[in-house]
């Protein structure tokens, strides 16, 4: 008879069932599609920081920043030259210096932290790098002994020589980002998240070599393949391979790659690292294993993946919090609404057969059974929403796949950004230490979760009308409702 | 049967108290066909509820067969409905939604008879009342007449001690009103059922063994 009579009514009252599935299945549907969004938004941030810290990373060590001294040099390299510097020729001098530094806005902190950060409890592996920028500054001055005699206006000789041959001068900086990391390590840190283009890798055996693997990228902006050589601080270094990101049309963390030991020397950062690359032996220590790192090394900024997902700036950072905002207060508000619906239909169907179901109780229908079939039918009504919804979510996903929009994701490894930071830099069209900007197609996924938070709401929604409804049909006493007939 | 002993009822209305049976002691033996009547607000309706086990009295007893109805839980009157109490309205009161036949078995529902023999009975009845043909019938697809027919097939196919009708043929013309009456009358002779009918029309009541005057919440006999 339950059956019967949820079948008969739900076909009876076409209209109600197909309002309250209707809204039930435009909210579930967006639900899912929020969610699937979310997790697309967050696959995608995991692509751009995969690209900057490696796969596998689950936090990262970096020095807490220190306020620059009252005047200190705050800012970029500095180059100094003597008065001899430089060749001489024609009465032009050419300077050109290199100069390797930590990287703007780098912190950096002696690489002990390292043997401790391995020794804490549930460390899988720890990786420590140091983040430099390698800054070359070329030109040419001219003879300006020709202009003692007097400018043009005191009749002498105009100045000779010089860039422009005319006494003018000429000056160029160029800059790139280096990284230096431990040969040995390849299992965590920026070198664990590419693939190999040219060449090789780097290898333990590479300590303390002037070799370089270089992103394909720059390679190709620099015109730079195996076998050549790159001067960094003033080095030169043998290029041994060529790297490109795993994500597709992604930079790589750095320009070039050298062993730790060599990028320390050369920019007299001896002993010292910017960043440790830590993964933890499984996701439930991730929490543990960044407050120990955190209690032993208090001068250091531990960021987990989540963390540094706040780090990724572009197009995708704005759909992030897009998703977070907009779409979860939009699938609560439509949820709410649905439920709503659900509810006042129900309550009113409850009203408007208030003559039927105390016919019922007169005839010896319990309050349960009353109550049941109420519920019933108002489950029933969720499910077929919550179906309706799943198929018109599932439709909306593939739209989006099928669009699938691009964002940019950019990330930077100095996640700690010093008293002032990227801003006011040292100018000269610098890159802000190690940033990689990724382009990523968004991708939504389905996942049996958000189906099974589908459900979950459809039966809830369902549930909820039904409790609400079935309590107001218990509450009309047999009497009462027979009152009007009497 | 029926055993009322000095049954009143009161309901509040607003901030007035409404006296809807004052003092009713009345005794219906086992298969009598009883006519009340009454003006409206007589109280004929608070009293077929006392007897229907719909409500309880304010004060007093009301006792069918060996049960006090007065002191039974909503659930307990529940069963008492379901087993002893047939019940037939005056606007018939079947669901819109379900057919003459699946009406006729929400009464079996309740008793937890197997989907079989409930669709049996249910056939048998409907026979029993001439629309053996209109089983898969809607409500709206049925004359007056013919609903009032499944309203009794309802009330009856549980085997009913007692068959409770709220002016039955206050819906119907003429002609219907008396082919309802020669079948309720045909039933109460065959089945032995106690009936109390609830009447305006003094024609109906006139066909009944025993007939009560209700006013002013007091029944005398008519």
């Known amino acids: 008879m339950f059956f019967t009579y949820l079948r008969r009514e739900l076909a009876g009252r076409r209209r109600q069932t197909a309002i309250v599935a209707a809204g039930m299945a435009l909210a579930i549907a967006l639900v899912i599609i929020v969610n699937a969004i979310a997790a697309g938004v967050k696959d995608a941030q995991g692509s751009v920081l ?5 796969v596998g990373t689950d936090i990262t060590v970096a020095a807490t920043p220190a306020t620059p001294e009252e005047g200190g040099a705050a800012g970029g390299p500095r180059f100094e030259f003597g008065a001899e510097d430089g060749a001489t020729a ?34 899988a592996a720890a990786a420590g790098t140091l983040s430099l920028t390698n800054t070359t500054f070329s030109g040419e001055i001219p003879d300006m002994s020709q202009a003692q005699g007097g400018g043009p206006a005191g009749g002498g000789t105009p100045p000779q020589g010089g860039a422009d041959g005319a006494g003018g001068s000429a000056f160029g900086v160029d800059s790139f980002t280096v990284l230096g990391l431990d040969p040995a390590s390849s299992a965590v840190g920026p070198l664990s998240a590419v693939t190999l283009e040219d060449g090789r890798g780097l290898d333990a055996e590479d300590a303390g070599q002037y070799v370089a693997v270089l992103d394909s990228t720059y390679a190709a902006s620099a015109a730079l393949a195996v076998g050549d050589t790159i001067a960094i601080g003033g080095s030169d270094f043998e290029v041994v391979g060529v790297v ?17 030991d060599v990028a320390q020397t050369l920019s007299g950062e001896e002993g010292m690292i910017s960043s440790v690359a830590v993964q933890a032996a499984s996701s439930s220590d991730i929490e543990q294993v960044q407050a120990d790192i955190e209690a032993a090394l208090p001068d250091t900024t531990v960021s987990t993946q989540e963390d540094l997902a706040a780090s990724v700036s572009g197009s995708l950072s704005t759909a992030s919090s897009l998703v977070a905002n907009l779409g979860t207060w939009l699938s609560v508000a439509v949820l709410a609404a649905a439920f709503l619906i659900a509810t006042l239909f ?22 349960r059974r009353i109550v049941a079939q109420v519920s019933g039918e108002s489950l029933v009504q969720g499910l077929i929403g919550g179906a309706a919804g799943i198929a018109l979510g599932l439709v909306g996903v593939l739209i989006v796949n099928l669009v699938g929009p691009t964002l940019t994701g950019e990330a930077a490894t100095t996640t700690a950004a010093g008293p002032g930071g990227t801003g006011g830099g040292p100018g000269f069209g610098m890159q802000e230490a190690a940033a990689s900007a990724t382009e990523i197609v968004l991708n939504a996924p389905i996942t049996p979760l958000v189906i099974g938070i589908a459900v979950a709401l459809a039966v809830l929604g369902g549930l909820l009308a039904g409790a609400i409804g079935g309590w107001r049909a218990a509450r009309l006493r047999p009497a009462e409702a027979l009152r009007s007939i009497a | ?37 009454g003006p409206t607000g007589g109280g004929k309706s608070t009293l077929l509820q006392m007897l229907g086990a719909l409500d309880r009295p304010s004060g007093g007893t009301v006792t069918l067969g060996d ?7 909503d659930r307990a009157l529940a069963r008492v409905r379901a087993t002893e109490i047939g019940f037939v309205f005056q606007g018939f009161n079947l669901i819109p939604t379900l057919t003459a036949q699946e009406n006729v078995e929400t009464a079996l529902a309740p008793l937890g008879v197997a989907a079989a023999e409930r669709k049996r009975r249910a056939s048998e009845v409907l026979a029993s009342v001439g629309l053996g043909d209109r089983g898969d019938h809607l409500p709206a697809e049925l004359s007056g007449g013919q609903q009032q027919r499944v309203a009794i097939a309802r009330a009856l196919v549980k085997d009913p001690e007692v068959l409770l009708a709220d002016e039955p043929t206050g819906a119907l013309d003429e002609g219907t009103r008396d082919d309802i009456l020669d079948l309720l009358e045909g039933l109460w002779k065959e089945k032995g059922l106690t009936v109390v009918l609830v009447t305006h029309d003094s024609a109906v009541a006139k066909r009944a063994e025993r007939r009560l005057y209700i006013k002013g919440g007091t029944v005398r006999e008519g």
Request: no cysteine; hydrophobic share 35%.
């Open chain 1, 244 to 260: 490109a990101s795993t994500s597709a049309d992604a930079t790589t963390a750095s320009n070039v790659y050298i062993p730790l």
């Open chain 1, 346 to 367: 129900t309550v009113s169907g409850v009203t408007r057969r208030t003559r039927e179901f105390g016919t019922l109780k007169a005839i010896g229908w319990s309050n």
């Open chain 2, 67 to 73: 049960k006090q109805l007065a002191s039974l839980g």
């Open chain 1, 50 to 54: 995969e690209s900057v810290y490696g």
């Open chain 2, 1 to 37: 049967m029926y055993e009322l002993t000095n049954i009143s009822k009161s309901y509040r209305q607003g901030k007035r108290t409404v006296d809807a049976l004052r003092g009713v002691t009345l005794s219906i033996p086992k298969g009598q066909l009883v006519a009340i009547q």
């Open chain 1, 90 to 123: 024609d009465g032009s001098t050419s300077l050109s210096q290199s100069r390797l530094t930590a990287g703007f806005g780098t912190s950096t902190f002696d690489a002990a932290a390292l043997e401790t950060i391995a020794g804490v409890d549930n460390v």
